[in-house]
């Protein structure tokens, strides 16, 4: 659980113009077997992908599969801390009381995406 908190992304996208989903990604530089036992672990169908870019070369795993975050929403329940405990809590409660809305999913996404621009502003309360 540790490990996606700092490597994890729970989040909301965009399919298409009036449909929003939830998502959750996950990535990793170096180790592809992790990702691939967190895959089965949550019962993730979609496969790890290896990616490069410029400055980085690393693995991701990400789903919108509705039975993948089903799975991920049990596994995380009550488990999570700081910052990425807001997020996902906020996350969670929308895929149960909002899916489906575009409205409230679009307020939602743009909750969590306001959360992760204050979150280092936050870090720096303690120096």
Same mark, same amino acid.
């Given at each position: 659980?540790?490990? #996606? /908190?700092? /490597?994890? $992304?729970?989040? %909301? #996208?965009?399919?298409? @113009?009036?449909?929003?989903? *939830?998502?959750?990604?996950?990535?990793?530089? %170096?180790?592809?077997?992790?990702? /691939?036992?967190?895959?089965? #672990?949550?019962?993730?169908?979609?496969? =790890?992908? +290896?990616?490069?870019?410029?400055?980085? &070369?690393?693995?991701?795993?990400?789903?919108? &599969? @509705?039975?993948?975050?089903?799975?991920?929403?049990?596994?995380? !329940? !009550?488990?999570?801390?700081?910052?990425?405990? =807001?997020? +996902?809590?906020?996350?969670?409660?929308?895929? &149960?009381? $909002?899916?489906?809305?575009? /409205?409230?999913?679009?307020?939602?996404?743009?909750?969590?995406? !306001?959360?992760?621009?204050?979150?280092? *502003?936050? @870090? &720096?309360? @303690?120096?």
């Amino acid at each position: 659980k540790g490990f #996606v /908190e700092t /490597e994890g $992304s729970f989040y %909301l #996208v965009s399919k298409t @113009s009036t449909r929003i989903v *939830h998502a959750f990604g996950i990535t990793q530089k %170096l180790d592809q077997i992790v990702l /691939e036992g967190i895959r089965l #672990v949550l019962g993730i169908s979609t496969k =790890v992908v +290896y990616k490069k870019n410029l400055n980085n &070369n690393f693995y991701s795993l990400d789903t919108t &599969n @509705s039975r993948a975050i089903t799975n991920i929403i049990d596994a995380f !329940n !009550n488990s999570m801390k700081g910052m990425k405990a =807001v997020e +996902y809590r906020i996350w969670s409660k929308s895929f &149960n009381k $909002s899916k489906g809305s575009y /409205e409230k999913l679009f307020k939602i996404r743009e909750q969590i995406r !306001n959360l992760r621009l204050i979150r280092p *502003h936050i @870090s &720096n309360w @303690s120096k």
